[in-house]
């Protein structure tokens, strides 16, 4: 049987790539899991601190296009990397901004959301169980969906020697607890050159 893929997302090229990603639902990332999940159709378990991760995502994303009110822990938390009501409106900053990028001349598609989307600025908010899975800057300067989100930024924005910023706003979320009991901001700095050599060497090879 042929199976023919349409279009991926940047979390599909870190299943694929990613060994070093928390075992959020299933498992580490390996192309033998990418395969199973992408090409063959086959269900990947939901598990609960990915649906309380959906959750919390949710809140914030309602929070910050529609005025929902937090609740005490993502306001204790989390407020100060909320950008204001005055940046958003003015779509200085877009939340869940969609993205599409061919991927070379394969055909294949890449689509996605970002979670925040400025000018040379990517930030997505990551939940994990355990601080020992937050990313560091180093990780983030080769994490494969951030360079990817970044690469798509540095198309609609460089103009030359620019720098990309890549930024996880990583909230701790005990196992067992829809709670927000720590957060912690991670940024870094690439140089968008360096997203569009990711893009060229590294992201396209993987489809092919």
Not at 34 to 47: A, E, K
Not at 197 to 207: E, G, M, Q, R, V
Request: glycine content about 6%.
């Amino acid at each position: 049987m042929n199976h023919v893929i349409a279009h991926v997302s940047a979390s599909q090229f870190d299943t694929f790539a990613d060994a070093d990603a928390e075992p959020f639902v299933g498992g580490e990332g390996c192309n033998r899991a990418w395969w199973y999940q992408y090409v063959m159709g086959l269900p990947r378990p939901f598990s609960a601190a990915a649906a309380r991760g959906s959750e919390i995502h949710k809140k914030l994303e309602n929070h910050m296009l529609h005025g929902a009110a937090l609740t005490p822990d993502l306001v204790q938390h989390v407020t100060k990397y909320i950008p204001s009501a005055d940046l958003i409106k003015s779509r200085a900053v877009l939340v869940e901004k969609s993205i599409g990028l061919d991927v070379g001349d394969t055909g294949i598609k890449l689509k996605g959301f970002v979670d925040l989307w400025a000018r040379l600025r990517i930030d997505d908010w990551k939940t994990s169980s355990d601080v020992k899975w937050f990313k560091s800057k180093e990780e983030l300067q080769k994490n494969t969906q951030m360079l990817i989100y970044g690469y798509a930024n540095t198309l609609e924005f460089s103009q030359g020697p620019d720098f990309v910023t890549l930024a996880h706003n990583q909230l701790l979320v005990p196992r067992n607890s829809s709670t927000v009991t720590y957060a912690q901001r991670t940024e870094t700095r690439v140089p968008a050159q360096d997203t569009i050599k990711f893009w060229k060497t590294t992201a396209i090879p993987l489809t092919q």
